[in-house]
């Protein structure tokens, strides 16, 4: 029998404890390009530690999950942030959870990510794999490159079911 986690809205304010979220709806923003293109400003940090550390920019094409996701792994990456922006405008899931004073992954929590919000992990945030769902989807990834190993992975002694979003 696994846990249950029920994906819920991704707002800032829900998301705050685990990273940011990348949208337009209330981001600093101006004018640039003589007003012919609207900046929206520094949605969210990018973190880089480590020998060599460089600043990737990808696409990450994602095979869709199916529901109800058996959740029993978790990773996180200790030298650098990963932001991830859907391309597809389709919604896709993120899940989190916080770290505990022993290193290991608490309770995660699943956020239902509409189409046009992208999620920022800051350096050493435990959370699941990119999980789009419905069909494949492209993803723009801001993430580090460079020496040193980014990638740490927690096996989970007993897997959580995450159910269809509504």
Aim: charged fraction near 20%; hydrophobic fraction near 40%; proline fraction near 11%.
């Amino acid at each position: 029998m696994s846990r249950l986690l029920i994906p819920r809205p991704l707002t800032r304010e829900s998301f705050a404890p685990f990273g940011h979220v990348l949208e337009i709806p209330g981001a600093r923003h101006y004018p640039i390009n003589k007003g012919m293109t609207e900046r929206h400003h520094d949605l969210a940090p990018v973190e880089l530690a480590g020998e060599g550390a460089r600043a990737l920019i990808s696409i990450f094409r994602g095979q869709p999950y199916v529901f109800p996701l058996k959740l029993a792994h978790l990773e996180r990456h200790p030298l650098g942030s990963q932001a991830f922006m859907p391309l597809n405008g389709r919604p896709w899931l993120a899940v989190v959870a916080p770290d505990l004073p022993d290193g290991e992954p608490g309770r995660p929590e699943a956020f239902l990510c509409r189409g046009d919000q992208g999620a920022s992990y800051p350096r050493g945030r435990w959370h699941a794999v990119l999980t789009p769902f419905g069909e494949a989807q492209d993803f723009l990834v801001v993430d580090r490159g460079g020496e040193g190993v980014n990638l740490e992975e927690r096996f989970l002694s007993e897997a959580w079911e995450i159910q269809a979003p509504a």
